[in-house]
């Protein structure tokens, strides 16, 4: 396809929605061909049959594939697709005709080119797609029940008949090649694959549609994958379009083409079939009422292309194409640049996303019981250990075959297929982990999600870290980058920073790289080892980390975790609390995902107080003998079985009152006694409910403020659930045999879910126990719901209200969806919204407005009851609803006045009225030193002098400016006794030396360069340029003469003298 032909067709498609044809098979059918018309004279004597053969008709039949692509240019489509569904070498294999693919493919395409030019105008060009099917065999699982980790193909054998099948069509004339009713994502990446590497060989490039089948209820492809899963997995070609086609009717496949819509930042397409097949398998549904549901498509702004698949005729495509005449295409969104990933569902890392665990146990090198099962051919009990990763948090697991005695290649690739096999672990991306780039591209074959590789790096020199990260690329994956040079693994953290900005630059100019899916490992070294020259290894990590994140935009941070605590190893205690405390302060650096055993992972804030102290030492090299001191304590925790502290002191709590136990048991996610415990605060308790709604909810919510303020991880949040579900669990059979008891009327009947994307319910699941408890029927569809499953049981019960669940920040994205869903099919029942990342200002701000019926936001299980209970009472209904909009507008308003700002002036303009300072008259003050020099226990006293006690007030939520506030009417008196107790801390503070003061200042010669820059240099001849700093300038309005400032002006230039 030529440069002015490709632009043409972009220019088209930001205009209006284009119109692609509708199927080809329907209209093959409509002829009623026989055994002898599809063998022609040409193949009379073929030794089995052919009917059936569609794509043979293109040199038996062409008269009739001519017409018929003339049928739907006359119906008004843009875009006519080849006769090629099946010719590729795979699928012909079928006829024993992979001979004959080449000219398939040619005469496909030059018979489509041949009509779409008879029609095609210079007002009107239109266009023929090269379609490349998905053949009749799947990578990604086995045919064979039995054998799981069989495939009946190799992406390798794919990538070969996609390329012979790709080159027929660009050869026959198509302007645009067309990978669709894609099932099995591993096959489209192998299509991917091979049409990149044409597009590589021809040093050209062709437009590229993709589409992807949905073929079951739950939303999934074929072989699993989620929507969204499929986008992330197959973005990276970044095509001409991306969408679906077949198995369902426009009304099935709408919330499916709707989330395209919401997540691809690039033109969405969809040709569903004519409805849904009838017990015959004809397709019933007429012109009129598909294209009316079209109509709602474009209306709703999903589509830029639109056509028609299975059942579909030219009367439909005209029909369609009069629907949306009238209609905008989709407006591209600016979607966030952050790493997704995909296993069977998506992993998005963005910047606001908690820290990403990366399960360690799947690495032979790393784990003695996985390597052994691994070398003893024991899978089964492999795949457990892998499930068990999961199940313990691991959004990510890293599979590592990398041992001397294994054919390390071939058990990479049998775990990755039988993992495949596994929904409840292939659910999560797949971090392929080896030394050796034939394995880890062994791998790259076997992933039908967006996989991570682990790792590169340029110890082999640039060109073989270049070849590598293109063909990560070209299979769709994110990569880690090693800090390790021809000189070796960076130690320090500017050997560090320096290597991985050279890579970062290297990948990002040269070969385009996305920076989002670059992960960089700094290397994490092991502390506390003797040889002083590792003390500052930790915090070499950790600042190396602070300068990525703040001069590699985009770019994520990771690491194998357990690597820091090495020394110690034998004593898993101190070695949980060095990861703890690690991560505690790198995560705050930056680093975006750790290598961690998901399971054994420490809570930082119950670290005893003195191994906490002396394992920051040791991280965060505070004193010289930071280890000697760690090692006099470490035999102390040597045999207990976690970090909590001795023994002694772990089973202390045992003593505790049965309130405080079950809420320590929660914090610990320890579930030994928790049936046992509970049935003692039963007893104490008037009602089963008061259990709930008292010590649970008091634990649960600790373990909310610790997730939240970065002290537990999400593996341990998972462990507390699991207990509050055992001790729920216990508590259920009382709470029925209660309402049991006495006749009790029905308050009303509730449909809840955690929604599509969300796998969390532990919140959701307490406020059921607690509605149940009152009187409310509740149906809980579980995690993982997608937004018409959950209208739609809500319709089929009759349902009151709706409850809306989510821990996640993407979950706040699916609520306003479901929101915009209850809107678009008429729903006025309240809606609920509650979990973890939720807010009353979120529900405000973005969901309100989406639906005209009330909407509640829930903070927690104890206000749950009392807002049903509104919401159902006759007389409190009206003025409770009212109230609450009412309280939702001027949220609102108030949000808006925040974020309200004046138009920024021109920077030009700016600039131009910019400060004039006389340096003749204002000579630059002096320093008495030039150069970088440090403060080491800098006097504490001395600084208390320099406290700014406003910010100390205020944070206390005493307002008023110090001094002054100490004789403040209202104030003063709270205000002197809280001075006074600050100073006590202080004091203590100074006298028990519980704080070393340190600083590194420096003074650099400078000028001010350019506008806004300024110019640091080496030494006072400002011959050597040693870092230039950028600055802004304010661009608010100001009144007429005022001038507009920026840092800079405030360094004389270099004319200045």
């Not at 590699?552 to 020394?567: D, M």
Request: glycine share 8%.
């Amino acid at each position: 396809m030529t440069v002015d032909k490709t632009a043409r067709l972009h220019d088209l498609l930001a205009r209006r929605i284009l119109i692609l044809d509708g199927a080809m098979g329907t209209m093959i059918q409509s002829y009623r061909l026989q055994e002898a018309d599809y063998r022609g004279a040409r193949f009379h004597d073929w030794p089995i049959d052919l009917k059936g053969n569609n794509d043979l008709l293109v040199l038996t039949q062409p008269a009739i594939i001519r017409e018929i692509h003339a049928a739907y240019l006359e119906a008004g489509a843009d875009i006519i697709e080849t006769n090629t569904f099946n010719s590729t070498s795979v699928s012909m294999s079928d006829y024993r005709m992979e001979s004959l693919v080449p000219e398939l493919n040619r005469e496909a395409a030059r018979l489509a080119r041949e009509v779409a030019d008879r029609y095609s105008t210079p007002e009107r060009p239109r266009f023929v797609a090269g379609i490349l099917g998905p053949t009749n065999r799947m990578t990604s699982l086995s045919p064979d029940v039995n054998n799981p980790g069989f495939r009946a193909i190799t992406f390798d054998v794919l990538v070969s008949a996609y390329i012979e099948a790709a080159t027929g069509l660009i050869e026959g004339g198509a302007d645009i090649l067309m990978v669709e009713t894609i099932f099995d994502t591993l096959n489209a990446k192998a299509a991917l694959f091979a049409i990149e590497q044409i597009f590589e060989q021809a040093g050209a490039r062709w437009p590229v549609m993709i589409s992807g089948t949905i073929t079951d209820r739950s939303g999934r492809t074929l072989s699993g994958q989620t929507t969204e899963a499929f986008w992330n997995s197959l973005s990276h070609l970044r095509p001409l379009s991306f969408g679906l086609n077949c198995a369902w009717g426009a009304t099935q496949l709408r919330p499916y083409v709707a989330e395209l819509a919401r997540i691809a930042d690039l033109p969405v397409s969809a040709h569903p079939n004519a409805g849904l097949p009838n017990e015959f398998g004809e397709y019933d549904e007429t012109p009129e009422t598909m294209a009316a549901t079209i109509r709602e498509f474009a209306e709703s702004g999903f589509l830029n292309i639109v056509g028609g698949c299975c059942g579909t005729t030219p009367a439909h495509i005209r029909a369609i194409a009069e629907a949306v005449k009238d209609f905008p295409p989709r407006p591209i969104p600016a979607i966030e640049s952050y790493c997704r990933l995909a296993g069977l569902e998506p992993l998005n890392i963005g910047p606001d996303s908690l820290f990403v665990n990366v399960g360690e146990r799947t690495n032979v090198t790393g784990s003695a019981i996985f390597k052994r099962l691994i070398t003893r051919g024991d899978t089964t009990a492999a795949l457990e250990v892998a499930r068990q990763q999961v199940e313990n948090g691991a959004q990510i697991i890293d599979i590592n075959m990398d041992e001397g005695m294994l054919d390390s290649k071939e058990a990479m690739i049998t775990f990755l297929n039988l993992i495949a096999a596994e929904p409840d672990i292939s659910r999560v991306p797949v971090m392929i982990d080896s030394s050796k780039w034939e394995i880890l591209e062994a791998g790259l074959k076997h992933i039908q999600g967006k996989a991570i590789v682990n790792s590169i790096s340029l110890k082999e020199g640039e060109a073989e870290f270049i070849r590598q990260a293109k063909l990560i690329r070209r299979y769709g994956a994110a990569a880690i980058v090693m800090a390790f040079d021809e000189q070796g693994q960076a130690d320090t953290e500017e050997r560090k920073f320096t290597i991985c900005q050279r890579a970062y630059r290297m990948l990002t100019e040269q070969i385009g790289f996305p920076p989002q899916d670059i992960i960089f490992d700094p290397n994490i070294f092991a502390v506390a080892t003797g040889i002083a020259e590792h003390n500052n290894y930790a915090v070499d990590f950790i600042e190396a980390t602070r300068r990525i994140k703040a001069e590699l935009p985009n770019a994520l941070v990771s690491g194998g975790v357990s690597n820091v605590s090495f020394s110690f190893r034998g004593n898993n205690p101190v070695r949980e609390a060095i990861h703890s405390v690690f991560l505690y302060h790198a995560i705050r650096a930056g680093m975006s995902m750790g290598i961690v055993n998901a399971g054994q992972l420490a809570i930082y804030e119950d670290i005893p107080a003195q191994l906490r102290e002396r394992v920051e030492d040791v991280i965060l090299n505070r004193r010289p003998d930071a280890t000697e001191r760690l090692l006099d304590i470490a035999d102390q925790y040597k045999d207990d079985g976690g970090a909590a502290g001795p023994k002694r002191e772990e089973q202390d709590w045992r003593s505790w009152p049965v309130a405080k136990r079950l809420e320590h048991a929660l914090v610990k996610g320890i579930d030994e006694f928790v049936e046992a415990d509970t049935e003692e605060a039963r007893q104490q308790a008037e009602r089963p409910l008061h259990v709930i709604e008292g010590p649970l909810m008091d634990g649960m919510n600790v373990v909310g403020d610790l997730f939240g303020a970065g002290k537990m991880f999400l593996p341990q949040v998972v462990k507390s659930a699991r207990v509050m579900k055992k001790s729920v669990a216990y508590l259920i059979p009382f709470i029925e045999a209660e309402k049991a008891g006495g006749e009790r009327r029905s308050n009303g009947r509730i449909v809840m879910a955690t929604v599509k994307g969300d796998v969390h319910d532990i919140g959701k699941n307490i406020v059921g126990v607690v509605l149940q408890c009152n009187n409310f029927e509740v149906i809980d569809l579980g995690v993982m719901v997608p937004a018409q499953k959950i209208l739609d049981a809500a319709r089929e019960h009759n349902a009151d209200m709706i409850g809306l669940s989510g821990l996640i920040t993407p979950s706040l994205d699916e609520m306003v969806n479901v929101a915009k869903e209850m809107k678009r099919q008429e729903f006025s029942v309240p809606l609920l919204i509650g979990g973890a990342t939720t807010s009353v200002m979120h529900t405000a701000v973005k969901i309100d407005p989406n639906y005209p019926g009330p909407v509640i936001y829930v903070k927690d299980a104890s206000r749950a009851v009392g807002v049903a209970q509104n919401l159902i009472g006759s007389e409190t209904r009206i003025d409770y609803i009212a109230r609450t909009k009412a309280d939702y507008v001027q949220k609102r308003e108030q949000h808006a006045k925040r974020r309200g700002r004046e138009p920024l002036l021109p920077f030009a303009q700016v600039s131009a009225n910019r400060p004039q300072l006389d340096w003749s008259t204002t000579p630059p003050p002096r320093p008495t030193f030039l150069g970088v020099r440090a403060f080491d226990d800098y006097p504490l006293v001395d600084l208390v002098e320099r406290i700014d006690w406003t910010p100390f007030f205020q944070a206390w939520e005493l307002r008023g400016r110090y001094p002054a506030i100490l004789d403040d009417p209202a104030q003063g008196a709270e205000a002197r006794q809280l001075f006074a107790q600050a100073h006590a801390m202080l004091d203590k503070i100074i006298t028990e030396r519980w704080l070393t003061a340190r600083a590194v200042i420096g003074f650099f010669p400078a000028n001010r360069s350019g506008d806004g820059d300024i110019t640091l240099y080496t030494d006072e001849s400002r011959q050597q340029v040693l870092l230039t700093l950028h600055h802004l300038r304010q661009q608010t309005p100001k009144p007429d003469g005022k001038p507009y400032y920026c840092l800079a002006d405030w360094i004389a230039p270099q004319q200045s003298g």
